[in-house]
């Protein structure tokens, strides 16, 4: 008879993955409860960005507002802001910036999970990941009803996925890619309608510029593909791709009535993309195909690519000495290495100007879109590559000759292969290449507790935290001691706009990608006296725009993102202020002190030192 022990040791052996899932979350709840506002999230395109951008609509509620002005950019319209419609707004809705921000990391770990195994699942109960191959390089057994033994595996690399440092206000539609792929392989087989719902309502947790879209794409080839090869029409999957569409249209609306219905003319238009030479080309392409990019780094470099390569290998020569050409054709690996390949090519494309000027002469409304962002597929296909081969080796060794006491170590060596690709992932900034994982938030938060509890709770000499990047108390007091009004104009000097517009102040300047070519030449105007002084700024302005800022006329580049600036106390703005003041300025918010205020008409109304930096305050008066 079974004691208690040994059910709680046939729990152990049998469910140890989930314990570990389970105290990872237990370790990361602790972790922010215990920083709370002091947690160290990403500054750039984060919170210099998308969180203001929430933040905004709530401080104005205007999340459902159909008309309505936003706090940035001279009052820019809402509908430039992102879909009330999508889980990720519906966080910044109910929850505070931090907590919304926390919630929608572990989500984005749930719903990565939950896609990663239906979709495992459902692979190998229908088909097996070793169907096509049977007749070649190994005879695998059918699998039917055996997801038992490979649910350690489908879950860790699943969770694996989830807890990338991708681009954080994206992590959702990032997590979400195994879902759909699931959706559509399942509607394909059995369709109902609770499964087409689920396809229409999918646009809630995607997005259609970084995803969807592609998605939409994807799908079409497939249909033609299927179409040609089988004789007969997908219609399933044809409503499936109709329903997406429509999905898409329903809950962005904003972003189709901007794109498609508002006539302006914006700054995508004069957008100038930094051409490559060929050779350089393939060079950014064997880079993106190893480290991937910022916002898709997903840490493969480390345990995932050198598995895969060698199996990669391992795989095709066995199918060539088999002469087994459809099995390599077939191999869902080889699939997944060749989209790898084939995102990275197209990525790489991008920077050569035929092949981008040719797309915008097809698709005109695309005109400055990104179509290289196929690179955000590529950590889903790498961590599916890395599944099928762990699951292959733990299959092999249940299945092929192999002794009882091999067969252990040889899951053991997989599992520790796994369980080193997560540790990566968490320690990302530690290692070497970990400068571009600027999004471990993880990390960077239990590094800035751990040195606070080693100097006497001082933070980290040079990083802003949440609360000191944004410094709610700060600008309340600023507020108050200049009598600020609700919707008075004011612009940011060495600092992000971002930080006004979280704490309710109306801002000309701010970070966007889309809006008109006409406030972009206003602003040129503006600050046309610091570009003049610094080429590579009037270069960046004037080919991307995106960053509507007050340039330095002395520094062609200045650390916002940290406390000290560089070291940087005083310095000169060069401003055209007649242009200013007609946009409507009253305040310049400034990190340091103007030492031309008074030559360029400013004068000052009051400054504060706030927990990690000093705010000044001008009025402008022309």
Known sequence: MKTFFDNIGFFFRRFWYFIFIGLFFVCT??????????????????LDLFIPQYQMMKNDETFFALVAGTDFLDN??????????????????ILPAGKAYVAGYFIKILIAMIGGMLLAYDILTNEGIDEWVRHGVYYVHPVKNDYSSTMAIAILVSFAYGILNLFPAFGIPFAAIPLIIYLLRSVYREPSFLKYLLIFCYPFLSYFSYHGIFIMGYLMI??????????????????SLVLLVVGSVVFEYRLFMTMLFSGEVTIRSSIVQADMSPISIVFETLKVWANGMMHANDAHVYIVLPVCVIYFFYLNAKYIRSNNASGIVHDYFNFCAVAIAFNSIIYGLYFFAPIRKL?????PPLKGWQFNRTIFFNPFLWYASFMIVCYRICKSTRQNSVSQRRGFWFRGLVYL????????????PALPYGQDARYDDIYYTAYGEYYKHNHDGKTPDNNLSLEEFYDPQLFGTLKEEIGYIEGEQCAAYLMYPAQLEYNDISTLDGYLGFYSQDYKDKWRNVIAPALD?????????????????LYSGDHVSVPMYTKDLGGITQDNLYINNVALAALGCKYIFSRVEITNAHEIGLELITSKQGIAYKVYVYKLSV
């Open 222 to 239: 497939a249909i033609i593909w299927m179409w040609i090869r089988h004789h007969e029409f997908p219609i399933r999957l044809f409503v």
């Open 359 to 363: 797309f915008e002469l097809l698709i």
């Open 29 to 46: 709840i602790v972790l922010y409860k215990t920083a709370g506002a002091g947690s160290y999230f990403a500054i750039h395109d984060n």
């Open 417 to 428: 292969m796994v369980l080193a690709s997560i540790a990566v992932i968490i320690i990302q």
């Open 533 to 549: 002084l610094q080429p590579a700024s009037a270069d960046y302005f004037d080919n991307s725009g995106i960053r509507c800022y």
């Open 76 to 93: 820019i319209s809402r509908n430039v802001l992102p879909s009330e419609f999508s889980l990720y707004t519906i966080l910044y809705m």
